[in-house]
């Protein structure tokens, strides 16, 4: 586990702290979930949708979608603030 976790480190381009950090946040998501050994609920905040832990393809649409709705949102603010400054 230890090897692979060094090696996805090594493997990410760009930034050393942005690889680990990426590496820890996904440990972090792995380990929200009902614990396979003991059956205890880890992370789950008293949420029940959260004992089977967080979804792949939940994560995968809030990965894509996070950035589309962002622009999108700050092209609408900035033209929202265009439009109100031509006006006084």
Known sequence: MVLGLVGATV??????V???AMTILG???GLVGTD???????FT?????LSDGIGF?????????????S????????????STRSRA
């Open 11 to 16: 493997l990410a381009h760009g930034s050393l």
């Open 18 to 20: 942005k690889a680990i």
């Open 27 to 29: 440990l972090l998501m």
């Open 36 to 42: 396979v050994n003991s059956g205890i609920a880890r």
């Open 45 to 49: 905040f008293g949420v029940s949708e």
């Open 57 to 69: 393809i939940i994560v995968a649409m809030g990965l894509f979608a996070s950035p589309r709705s």
């Open 71 to 82: 622009s999108i949102w700050s092209r609408a603010r900035v033209a929202r603030f265009s």
